[in-house]
């Protein structure tokens, strides 16, 4: 049996889901390996590490800055200072949440987590209250 190379895409429109099919050229296949991030138009996320608590924070901020405030302080239901946090901006309480999460994989990991992020502080809140 001769191979083939053919994309099967699966398409769900909220109703139904279809399955299409479409041969593949040798430089589309090519591509594809190459590339297999980029194909069928659509980018998705590179997968990465993170090798320090900064890089940690940036991805953890880039992943939870679309979560709902709501879905946000409930993460943090046990957390002291509930009252602080319910008076803080969507931007300002997703920073916090990464931040508090990327120390603490850091302390975890007993990797020692930069001065300047130590310092860091959600906007709004004085040094003696962190």
């Known amino acids: 049996m001769e ?5 099967v895409l699966s398409i769900h429109d ?5 399955l299409y099919r479409s041969p593949m ?7 594809w390996q190459r590339y297999p991030d980029t194909f069928f138009g659509r980018l998705e996320g590179s997968k990465r590490s993170a090798d320090d608590p900064v890089q940690l924070y940036d991805f953890l901020l ?3 800055r679309t979560t709902s405030r709501e879905k ?3 993460f943090m239901t046990s957390w002291p200072d509930r009252t602080r946090r319910e008076q803080m901006s969507h931007a300002e309480l997703a920073k916090h949440y990464c931040l508090a999460l990327a120390n603490s994989a850091a302390e975890r990991a007993n990797a020692a987590v930069p001065t300047h992020i130590a310092r860091m502080r ?3 809140v004085r040094q003696d209250e962190a």
């Not at 191979?3 to 994309?7: H, S």
């Open 3 to 7: 191979p083939t190379r053919e994309a």
């Open 122 to 124: 959600p906007i709004g």
């Open 25 to 31: 050229s040798d430089d589309e296949f090519r591509a």
């Open 72 to 74: 946000l302080l409930e």
């Open 14 to 18: 909220g109703h139904s889901r279809r």
């Open 62 to 64: 880039e992943t939870y």
